[in-house]
């Protein structure tokens, strides 16, 4: 069983900047890709930002120099750190871990950038 367990959400004002931090616990060894998406109301989910076990990142492609990932291996944890967040950030965003070929996904947390 894994379990996902996500925090740091809320609410913020453009310019502003949020952390969400995700722990995984389980039957997760080894732990390959850790990460975020995201989905905002009417629109499909899309990839905020992975990071592999060897530490190599990927983000999509609206973050531009935005935001930073990170992961902890020995607590499998991962963490992104949102800087100059716009209302178009606005959104659920969602943990997610790749284990032995399977796909596990957070509840998600809510992010919200508004005036």
């Known amino acids: 069983q894994v379990q996902l367990v996500e925090s740091g959400g809320g609410f913020v004002q453009p310019g502003g900047s949020l952390t969400l931090s995700c722990a995984a616990s389980?039957?997760?060894?080894?732990?390959?890709?850790m990460g975020w998406y995201r989905q905002a109301p009417g629109k499909q989910r899309e990839l905020v930002s992975t990071?592999?076990?060897?530490?190599?990142?990927k983000y999509g492609d609206f973050v531009k120099g935005r935001f930073t990932i990170s992961r902890d291996n020995t607590k499998n944890t991962v963490v992104v750190q949102m800087n100059s967040l716009k209302p178009d950030d606005t959104a659920v965003y969602y943990c997610?871990?790749?284990?032995?070929?399977?796909?596990?996904w957070g509840q998600g947390t809510q992010v919200t950038v508004s005036s």
């Open positions: 997610i871990i790749f284990v032995a070929g399977q796909v596990y």
């Open positions: 389980g039957t997760i060894s080894p732990i390959s890709i």
């Open positions: 990071i592999s076990n060897g530490g190599s990142p």
